[in-house]
C-alpha cells in the first residue's frame, strides 16, 4: 500500500508480473493502473518454470518477485529469481512506478523479504539461497539524481552451517526495532539478532521453531510473544519473548492447523 493508501503494489511471485491497482477511501480495489514483468534479462536469456518441481530445481532461471517496500519517493521489490532488487521511482500524481535500476546481490544469494528501520536509514533484506541476512544503507541524497539507493554494507548468516539444506523466509523487526527475526525452513528455527546502534547485525540466538518448514511468524504488537506458522508440520507454535533480551522461549503452546502460511496480529 502506498503511503497515501490509495494504491497497491500487487505481485504473482510465478511470473513476476507487477500490478498497480486505485484503492478507495474504503479500502476496496479498483482498476489496474499499471502492469508489467519485472525483469532485466534479455530475451534468451532467461525462460518461464513451468511447474512446481521444475521450479525447486531452476530457482533462478527466470524472474521470481517477492514484496514490495515503499521508501522516500522510491519503491525496491526483490526479485529471486533475477538476484537483485529493483529501485522504482514512485510517481505521486500518476500513481505509476517508473524504472529506476536495479541493485545486483550477491551471485545465487535470491534476496527475498525485506524488513526497513523505523528510524535510520538502513533496511534489512532476507537471501533465501544463501541464508544470509544483508544489511543495507539507504541513500536518499541528491533525489533527482539517478542512483542505487540501497547499498549493501554487511551479511550476516542465519544458520551455525550455512551449507545445511535450508531456505530463510520472513523476516522482521521487534517493535522497539531492537532486534531482528529470520525463519530458517529446512534449519526449522528462528535467527535472533541484536540491532547495534548504527543499524548493523550481531546474531545472538537461533531456536527451534517446534515445527516443520516455518514459512511466516509474527510478533505481538506488545513485543512479548512470537507465534510462528510451520507449514510442513501443519502447527502454530507459541513462543514468549524477553523484551529488553529479544530471546525467546517455547511455551508448549501449539495450535493444529492445516499448513499454515501467513499470521498477521491486528
Request: proline share 5%; aromatic share 10%.
Amino acid at each position: 500500500m502506498s503511503p497515501e493508501k490509495d494504491m497497491a503494489i500487487v505481485i504473482n511471485y510465478w511470473d513476476a508480473i507487477i500490478d498497480i491497482v486505485d484503492v478507495d477511501a474504503s479500502g476496496v480495489l479498483g482498476e489496474i493502473r499499471q502492469s508489467f514483468k519485472q525483469l532485466y534479462r534479455k530475451e534468451g536469456e532467461w525462460r518461464q518454470v513451468e511447474y512446481r518441481e521444475d521450479h525447486w530445481e531452476n530457482r533462478q532461471v527466470g524472474p521470481h518477485a517477492h514484496c514490495a517496500h515503499f521508501w522516500e519517493n522510491w519503491v525496491f521489490i526483490p526479485d529471486l529469481g533475477e538476484n537483485a532488487i529493483f529501485q522504482y521511482h514512485y510517481d505521486t500524481k500518476n500513481k505509476k512506478l517508473v524504472p529506476d535500476t536495479h541493485i545486483k546481490f550477491e551471485a545465487g544469494s535470491g534476496p527475498r523479504h525485506m524488513a526497513m528501520h523505523p528510524t535510520l536509514d538502513i533496511c534489512y533484506v532476507s537471501n533465501e539461497l544463501f541464508n544470509t541476512v544483508c544489511v543495507a544503507r539507504l541513500d536518499k541524497s541528491d533525489p533527482q539524481q539517478s542512483k542505487e539507493r540501497l547499498v549493501p554494507i554487511q551479511y550476516e548468516s542465519t544458520l551455525e552451517n550455512r551449507e545445511q539444506i535450508s531456505y530463510v523466509s520472513e523476516i522482521k523487526l521487534s517493535p522497539d526495532a531492537r532486534f531482528l527475526y529470520v525463519s530458517n525452513r529446512g534449519d526449522n528455527s528462528l535467527a535472533i539478532f541484536k540491532v547495534l546502534q548504527d543499524g548493523q547485525l550481531e546474531r545472538v540466538d537461533i531456536v527451534p521453531t517446534g515445527g516443520k518448514f516455518p514459512r511466516h511468524f509474527a510478533l505481538t504488537p506488545c513485543g512479548r510473544a512470537v507465534l510462528v506458522a510451520n507449514q510442513d508440520s501443519s502447527n502454530l507454535t507459541l513462543f514468549s519473548r524477553d523484551v529488553s533480551t529479544g530471546l525467546i522461549k517455547a511455551t508448549n503452546t501449539t495450535y493444529e492447523i492445516p499448513a499454515p502460511n501467513y499470521i498477521r496480529f491486528l
